[in-house]
């Protein structure tokens, strides 16, 4: 399994996720929220961050259904979906992940025939067992 490279910026979403909680960085200078995270705001300059909590609601933005030739760790759980979903709390984050049956299910549980563009998705937490956990998606009406 590839897991998540965590660095000093993005440690803050990491740990709030391990305790099942989705929260997105935001500046604290001008409230700005911004995805993937960074030190500086690109909209006022500040290095003074907040994480903020969203309520983990989302819909699918888009997704693809990968196919070989893939990376030997993708090609041997292959097909699945990537989804890109957007937060109902702010449609201009937009998080990648994949959307499963329930948070521990295969990344197949969901065939792509039951994906939609708009489709309503919520925040589930795996815990990997190997220090990472990790946040995917449910859909709303399975
Ligand atoms: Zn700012």
Known sequence: MLLPVQDDDGAPF???AARGELRVQACAGCGEPRFPPRPCCPH???FDTDWRLMSGRGRIWSYVVPHPPLLPSYADVAPYNV????LADDPRIRLVGNVVAAPDAALDSV???R????AAVRAV???TGEGVTLPRWQLERP
């Open 115 to 118: 994906l939609r563009i708009g």
């Open 14 to 16: 990491w740990t709030y």
């Open 125 to 127: 937490f795996w815990d």
């Open 83 to 86: 989804v890109l979903v957007e």
């Open 111 to 113: 065939p792509a025939e």
């Open 44 to 46: 006022c300059g500040s």
